[in-house]
């Protein structure tokens, strides 16, 4: 069964503004764990920013924010402050057992 | 200090052949996992290795195979490759197994053609 949703296969955002990268997921535990990685065109996946199901705050990490709405089952990764750096793909993930499933993505597009 | 290294970084193969693809972790590393990629989607899991014993497996057919040396580098082979196993392999390390905040350090992968 598909634990996390990604709707947003694209995006495009101007540089030096914010944009909001959409994950919701499905999970029974009652402790989790969510996360987000960056792929570029290069292939390797980047570690961004984790949140806990129990944290009290909302992660952040730099320019990278997460909206963590446990309620909705809903995690959504904020990039402010857009840099054409971060052209890349976004992949929402949960902790599941001693593994990782990911989303499908989405494809984010800096323009200058 | 080495972040995770995968070789070949590509490869292409033809039906019905074998491939092994190779791993090596970052320093003081214990914990290695395979991730298939393919494209347009996330990748999926295959397999983990810790301390040199397979700890899961995800829904892949036999034909996929692994193990990790004492010095915890570690090997992914697939046989009988088939067209749908073209794919970034991704191999990824951690400390220990999986922890809570689930820091993977992942390598650039291989990328596997099968023609």
């Known amino acids: 069964a598909q634990k996390i949703t990604q709707t947003q296969p694209g995006m495009f955002v101007q540089e030096k503004e914010a944009v909001t990268l959409d994950c919701t997921y499905d999970?029974?535990?009652?402790?989790?764990?969510l996360f987000w990685y960056k792929q570029p065109s290069s292939g390797e996946m980047i570690f961004l920013i984790y949140?806990?199901?129990?944290?009290?705050q909302n992660a952040t990490e730099g320019r990278y924010s997460l909206n963590f709405q446990k309620a909705r089952k809903s995690a959504n990764l904020v990039i402010s402050a857009s840099q054409l750096g971060d052209s890349a793909m976004y992949f929402c993930?949960?902790?599941?057992?001693?593994?990782?499933?990911f989303g499908a993505g989405t494809t984010v597009t800096v323009r200058a | 200090d080495a972040g995770v290294t995968q070789s070949p970084t590509h490869l292409i193969k033809t039906r019905g052949q074998q491939v092994t693809l190779r791993c090596s972790p970052i320093?003081?590393?214990?914990?290695v996992s395979w991730y298939q990629q393919v494209l347009g989607q996330g990748p999926q899991f295959i397999f983990q290795?810790?301390?040199?014993?397979?700890?899961g497996r995800g829904n892949f057919p036999d034909r996929f195979s692994a193990r990790q040396f004492p010095n915890y580098s570690s090997e992914l082979n697939v046989n009988a490759l088939l067209l749908g196993d073209s794919a970034l392999y991704l191999c990824?390390?951690?400390?220990?197994?999986?922890?809570?905040?689930?820091?993977?350090?992942f390598g650039s992968g291989t990328q596997l053609s099968v023609l």
């Open positions: 990824a390390s951690s400390l220990v197994g999986l922890d809570r905040e689930g820091k993977l350090f």
């Open positions: 999970t029974s535990d009652p402790s989790y764990g």
């Open positions: 949140q806990g199901s129990y944290d009290q």
């Open positions: 993930a949960i902790l599941d057992d001693y593994k990782l499933s």
């Open positions: 320093s003081g590393h214990k914990s």
């Open positions: 290795y810790y301390e040199k014993e397979e700890r």
